[in-house]
């Protein structure tokens, strides 16, 4: 995922640079561009469920790794994508509970980060496991 904004130089460096990598990797790429309303929607969504403080314009969102700024992405993209290109790939970054879907009561005491709208934390979901292994054994 690409975000971007039309009038900013810095992206359209970082548009080039794509461009390149498009024709050495497997590379997919779903430009935004945040000077359009749902496009910034979206950015804001991505924001609050990834961000402890604010997003800027140039973005990128490959894997699990978020690059923002023209230097942090000319200088960590290419590598990111050569990794992930040799391991067979990345899912798509999570953004969230899908639109148009309805909203469930949340109950009173949980240990999961679903009510801020984030992924289960990979350590969260390893102790549940473990707990789950014990009752078995």
């Known amino acids: 995922m690409f ?3 039309h009038d900013c130089p810095r992206c359209e460096n970082v548009k080039d640079l794509m461009k390149v990598l498009k024709a050495r990797y497997p590379l997919r790429v779903k430009d935004f561009d945040v000077d359009k309303e749902a496009d910034y929607a979206l950015f804001k969504r991505v924001e609050a469920i990834h961000a402890a403080d604010k997003f800027a314009v140039p973005l990128v969102m490959v894997g699990e790794s ?3 700024g023209e230097d942090e992405i000319t200088g960590k993209l290419e590598k990111t994508v050569r990794t992930l290109a040799r ?3 990345s899912p798509f ?3 969230g509970p899908a639109q148009g879907t309805k909203t469930v009561a949340k109950p009173a005491v949980s240990s999961c980060n679903c009510e ?3 992924p ?6 390893l102790s549940k496991l ?3 292994i014990e009752k078995l054994f």
């Not at 289960?120 to 979901?125: A, I, K, S, Y």
């Open 66 to 68: 978020i690059l923002m």
């Open 3 to 5: 975000f971007a904004a």
């Open 93 to 95: 970054p999570y953004l």
């Open 116 to 118: 801020q709208g984030r």
């Open 87 to 89: 391991s067979g790939g």
């Open 120 to 125: 289960p934390d990979v350590t969260d979901e």
């Open 130 to 132: 473990r707990k789950f």
